[in-house]
């Protein structure tokens, strides 16, 4: 049982750059992959990008050279770092979570354990 909450979403123009952090209660997750997922509406969750417990991350192509994940366990806090934000970012960024020490990752949201409860990301043009 590690509840996670999000925060950090917001407006934000095109270009511009938000920065969510995910902060985890009742427990440590150094031993978790983390997983920031996003949702749009009308359309189906989607995996955005992960970080391992070793550090291993991995991102959707989309988000690739514009999005940085990134975790510091003594906090129990993981972030993503989104720059140059488009408007098809637009949409609910949920941090997910689940028991995991390997060097892989897992884009099916019904791989994951734990759940935020979301925050907006709205990017205009």
């Known amino acids: 049982q590690v509840p996670l909450v999000e925060s950090g979403g917001g407006l934000v123009q095109a270009g511009g750059s938000l920065r969510l952090s995910c902060a985890a209660s009742g427990g440590t997750f150094n031993r978790y992959i983390m997983t920031w997922f996003r949702q749009a509406p009308g359309k189906e969750r989607e995996f955005v990008a992960s970080?391992?417990?070793?550090?291993?991350?991995y991102y959707i192509n989309s988000v690739k050279g514009r999005f940085t994940i990134s975790r510091d366990n003594a906090k129990n806090t993981v972030y993503l770092q989104m720059n140059s934000l488009k408007p098809e970012d637009t949409a609910v960024y949920y941090c997910?979570?689940?028991?995991?020490?390997?060097?892989?990752?897992?884009?099916?949201?019904?791989?994951?354990?734990?759940w935020g409860q979301g925050t907006q990301v709205t990017v205009s043009s």
């Open positions: 997910a979570a689940r028991y995991y020490t390997g060097y892989s990752y897992f884009t099916d949201s019904n791989q994951y354990d734990y």
């Open positions: 970080i391992t417990w070793t550090a291993n991350t």
